[in-house]
C-alpha cells in the first residue's frame, strides 16, 4: 500500500508509524512496570506469611503486624492489577488473575476454610508461594526473563473494540462478581461461625437441629435467629412436647444497668419477616424476643444477688409446656461488655445511614480487640454456661429439653451435650427465610414514592 502513494507521503508515514510505536512502548512500560512491582509485593507477602508461620510452629512470631501491613498492600495492588489487566490487553492474564483471585479469595476468609485451624493458614501461605514461583517460572519461559519488558510483550490489534470491551467488564461484571464474592464470604462466615447451625441455601436461610438422646431423655437443639417468617416460629411452638421443658434464652436487666434498648421490628420490617416471638404468644405478634420482665425503676431497690440469678419460669399450661428463661442477667455482665451493649443499643435510633456507619466506626475505635475478646467470652460462653446450669438442675424432672438458643450458641451447647454423654440421634435443617419474601418485600419498598424524608428514615431500619 506504501508504494501507492507520492514518495513525500511515505516518510511522514513511517514517521507517524514510529511516533505511535514509540508511545506503546511507553504506555506497556509503564504497565510492565506496574506488573513486575506487583510481582514482587505477592513475593513478599508469600515469603513473610511462610517465615510467620514457620515461626509461629516454633512457639512464636513476631511478624504479625509487619505481615498485616504487607497483606494489606498487596490487596490494593491486586485491585489496581484487576484494572490493569482489564485495559492492557498485553499482559499475560494466565499469570496476574491466578494471584489476584487467591488474594481476593483469602482476603474474604478463604471461603470454606477455616482459619481457626494452624495447618489451614500455613498451607494458604504455601499455596501462595507456589504461585507465585509459577508466574516466575512462566515468565522465564515464555519471555526468556523474570520480569516481564515491554519489548517482549506481545502485540494486540482492535484495541478499541478491546478497550469498550474491558469498560464492559469492569463496569458490569465485576461488580457483580465482587459482590456475589463477598455475599459468599459473608455466608462462608457465618456458617462456619455457627458450626453449620445456621446456613445459606440456593432457596433461603435454613437453620439445624439436632436431637440428642441418653436413654430416655431427649435433648433437642435449634438454631434460633432474631427474625424470620411467621410460619417457622409457628411450627417450631407446635413442635413442644407439652410435658417437656424449654430452656429459652433472653437476657434480663433487673438492676436497669444497660442504656438503649434492642429492637428488630425495622429490620424485620424491611425484609418481610417477624421478630422472633417471645414463646408462647403468636407467631404473627409485635412482641420482641425478650423475656416476659421489665427491668427495675431507678427509684425501686436493686434486686437481691439471688433474686438476680433466679431463672424467669412460666408454668405448663394445656398444650404448651414449661418455658424457663435460663440466661444470663446484665448484672453478670463485666463493665465493658455492659457499655459495649449500650453502644450497640444506640445503633438502632440512627436516623440515617451515614449515622449508622458513623456510629459502627466509633464503637470499632472506643473498643480495643482485648475488650471485644471479654465481649464475646460474656455474651456467648458466660451465658452458655448459666443455660448449662439450669439444665442439670432440671434433667432428672423433665424427658425432653428443648433449647432453642441463637446459632453461634448452638456448637458450644452441642459439644456440652456430648460431654454428658448424650449422642447425636439425627439431625434435620429446618427453613427459616425464604429468599423469595425478602426480594418481593424490598421490591415493593422501591417501588413506593420516595418523596418527604429520607427513604432509610421513613422505613425505620435503624430505629425500633
Not at 22 to 32: G, I, P, W
Not at 248 to 260: F, I, K, N, Q, Y
Not at 261 to 278: D, R
Request: charged content about 20%; some cysteine; glycine content about 8%.
Amino acid at each position: 500500500m506504501l508504494s501507492r502513494l507520492p514518495p513525500n507521503s511515505v516518510g511522514w508515514v513511517r514517521i507517524l508509524e514510529l511516533d505511535q510505536s514509540e508511545r506503546r512502548s511507553v504506555f506497556l512500560a509503564l504497565a510492565a512496570l506496574f506488573a513486575n512491582a506487583y510481582l514482587i509485593a505477592f513475593a513478599a507477602d508469600a515469603g513473610v506469611s511462610l517465615a510467620d508461620e514457620f515461626l509461629k510452629l516454633g512457639g512464636a512470631s513476631s511478624l504479625g503486624d509487619f505481615r498485616e501491613a504487607i497483606a494489606g498492600l498487596v490487596v490494593l495492588d491486586s485491585l489496581a492489577m484487576l484494572f490493569v489487566c482489564a485495559f492492557v490487553p498485553h499482559l499475560p492474564k494466565y499469570i496476574f488473575l491466578p494471584l489476584v483471585f487467591f488474594d481476593f479469595w483469602v482476603s474474604f476468609g478463604a471461603p470454606p476454610l477455616t482459619f481457626s485451624d494452624p495447618s489451614t493458614s500455613l498451607g494458604l501461605s504455601a499455596a501462595q508461594a507456589a504461585l507465585i514461583a509459577s508466574a516466575f517460572a512462566i515468565n522465564r519461559f515464555a519471555f526468556g526473563s523474570w520480569f516481564l519488558t515491554a519489548r517482549a510483550l506481545p502485540r494486540k490489534h482492535r484495541l478499541v473494540l478491546r478497550t469498550i470491551i474491558s469498560l464492559a467488564v469492569v463496569g458490569l461484571v465485576m461488580p457483580v462478581l465482587g459482590v456475589g464474592l463477598l455475599l459468599y464470604a459473608f455466608g462462608s462466615m457465618v456458617e462456619k461461625q455457627t458450626g453449620g447451625y445456621l446456613q445459606f441455601t440456593s432457596a433461603g436461610i435454613e437453620v439445624r437441629e439436632t436431637i440428642l438422646r441418653k436413654g430416655d431423655k431427649t435433648v433437642r437443639l435449634i438454631g434460633m435467629v432474631h427474625v424470620g417468617e411467621p410460619s417457622f416460629y409457628e411450627a417450631l411452638n407446635n413442635s413442644f412436647p407439652p410435658d417437656g421443658l424449654v430452656l429459652a434464652e433472653g437476657v434480663t436487666d433487673r438492676e436497669g444497668r444497660l442504656a438503649g434498648s434492642f429492637s428488630y421490628k425495622g429490620l424485620a420490617e424491611v425484609l418481610g419477616l417477624k421478630v422472633q416471638p417471645q414463646f408462647g404468644q403468636p407467631a404473627n405478634g409485635a412482641a420482641d424476643r425478650k423475656p416476659p420482665t421489665v427491668p427495675a425503676k431507678p427509684e425501686q431497690p436493686a434486686p437481691s444477688k439471688q433474686e438476680a440469678h433466679e431463672s424467669i419460669s412460666i408454668p405448663a399450661t394445656p398444650g404448651h409446656p414449661r418455658i424457663i428463661y435460663a440466661d444470663a442477667d446484665v448484672s453478670d455482665f463485666s463493665p465493658t461488655t455492659i457499655r459495649f451493649l449500650g453502644k450497640v443499643g444506640e445503633l438502632y435510633g440512627s436516623s440515617s445511614f451515614s449515622e449508622l456507619l458513623a456510629r459502627l466506626n466509633a464503637i470499632g475505635k472506643a473498643f480495643t480487640d482485648a475488650d471485644l475478646k471479654a465481649v464475646f467470652e460474656d455474651i456467648l460462653y458466660k451465658r452458655n454456661t448459666r443455660v448449662l446450669a439450669e439444665f442439670d438442675k432440671r434433667i432428672l424432672e423433665y424427658d425432653t429439653i428443648v433449647m432453642p438458643w441463637g446459632a453461634q450458641h448452638l456448637p458450644g451447647l452441642e459439644a456440652a451435650m456430648r460431654a454428658r454423654g448424650f449422642n447425636i440421634e439425627s439431625q434435620r435443617m429446618l427453613p427459616l427465610a425464604r429468599y423469595q419474601t425478602i426480594i418481593d418485600r424490598l421490591m415493593q419498598l422501591t417501588r413506593r414514592p420516595q418523596s418527604g424524608t429520607s427513604f432509610w428514615y421513613r422505613q425505620k431500619i435503624w430505629i425500633g
